[in-house]
């Protein structure tokens, strides 16, 4: 009642209060772009834009409700989330739907959902409270510690088996502990284990794993299987040329020749119909809005806020990277989202939250540190 009482001018100012006109203006403009290649990629069809538009709004709605929240109270969230979000992938585990050979899902009733998505917010939370509360003692074990809780949601999503999320969760995870100061050295170590452990790791691969990146390398060897998705993206992608075929003229999608051209392989469509340059303009509002992130990670007011805040802006850049790299050929083929482009509403929601958790960080960051 209170809220109607108010001229419309003050009701917009509240509403806008703590929101980043920044990172908004950044994350409109890139589902515009999306919203565009996805009635192409639907060959027109404007149910399917409908509901990407009630994503959408949702999607704001969750952005704005976290923006509203202060740090200090999303480190009161982080252990129940990531609690929260580990015993669901246990239930996953042992309970889980199977779908396509892959258990990832539960059954609550009324659908079904992924909860490996909630690791993507909730590890990085988690991570980042550990550090600040440890800030003035870190030691080599406080960032072995730190590996351990980033291992055990990891391992229970490759388990699933699901890569591309456990590629997500696990670099949200690794980009706080790399912001929270971990030594050169132990990172070199790391990574010669990780390389020297590649040859038994390819040994415990499901077979259509191995045959990803067996693929990756030589698409031709299964053009019309495990090549076809590579190999048809990548056309559609070199046929785009300088300026693209044009809005809606796209042949390789219209023609049914991309596989899930809404989603996963979106950025094959907008490619062969907006052409190097329009890639240009897409990389150009990535990089600002990482850039945006990576600012207000370094203003933030404590330790927790500008991990989180680090943390969250190079998940974009992972996505950006993973999804094109996958389309271009230069990747293994991995279940990842264009991040605003791609037709979907759980990975979204989890973009825009991280959004306002960046909003959230900035509106904040002249706070005193505790």
């Known amino acids: 009642m209170e809220l109607a009482r108010l001229p419309l001018r003050r009701i917009a100012w509240r509403l806008a209060e703590g929101i980043d006109q920044a990172l908004l203006v950044l994350i ?55 609690a929260f979000g580990l015993a669901l992938l246990v239930a996953v585990a ?26 993507k917010l909730a590890l990085p939370l988690m991570l980042a409270w550990y550090f600040h509360k440890n ?22 999503i490759v388990r699933q088996p699901d890569l591309g999320t456990a590629a997500l969760v696990g670099a949200a995870g690794f980009y706080v502990i790399f912001f929270a100061g971990i030594s050169w050295k132990v990172l070199g170590g790391l990574t010669l284990a990780f390389v020297a452990s590649l040859f038994p790791l390819w040994g415990i691969l499901h077979d259509y794993q191995r045959r990803r990146i067996l693929t ?32 809606l003229n796209g042949t390789q999608a219209h023609l049914e020749f991309i596989p899930e051209r809404d989603t996963d392989f979106i950025f094959a469509v907008y ?17 600002l809005l990482i850039g945006r ?17 680090g943390a969250v802006s190079l998940m974009f850049f992972t996505y950006a990277f993973v999804n094109m ?15 605003f482009l791609s037709y ?10 991280g959004t306002g958790i960046l909003m959230s960080v900035n509106r904040h960051r002249k706070l005193v540190q505790t």
């Open 28 to 82: 409109v403009a890139l589902s515009m772009l999306g919203l565009a290649a996805l009635f192409s990629a639907a060959y027109q069809n404007p149910a399917r834009l409908v509901s990407q538009l009630g994503n959408l709004g949702i999607a704001l709605v969750a952005m704005w409700l976290a923006a509203q929240l202060t740090p200090q109270t999303l480190m009161r969230f982080a252990v129940p989330a990531y």
């Open 94 to 119: 042992l309970f889980g739907d199977v779908v396509n050979g892959a258990r990832r899902w539960l059954n609550v009733g009324i659908g079904r959902f992924q909860p490996s998505e909630i690791m």
């Open 135 to 156: 800030e003035s003692t870190l030691r080599l074990r406080n960032f072995a510690m730190a590996a351990l809780l980033l291992a055990v949601p990891v391992g229970l």
């Open 216 to 247: 990756l390398l030589d698409p031709t060897q299964d053009p019309l299987g495990a090549g076809y998705h590579i190999i048809q993206s990548t056309i559609a992608v070199g046929s785009g040329g300088l300026s693209g075929k044009g809005w």
């Open 271 to 287: 490619s062969e119909e907006f052409g190097l340059i329009g890639n240009l303009v897409l990389l150009v509002l990535y990089a």
């Open 293 to 309: 992130g990576l600012v207000i990670a370094a203003n933030a007011a404590t330790v927790f806020a500008r991990l989180l805040a």
């Open 325 to 339: 790299g996958m389309v271009s050929g230069i990747l293994p083929v991995v279940g990842v989202p264009l991040p």
């Open 344 to 353: 979907g509403g759980t990975a979204l929601l989890t973009l825009f939250i």
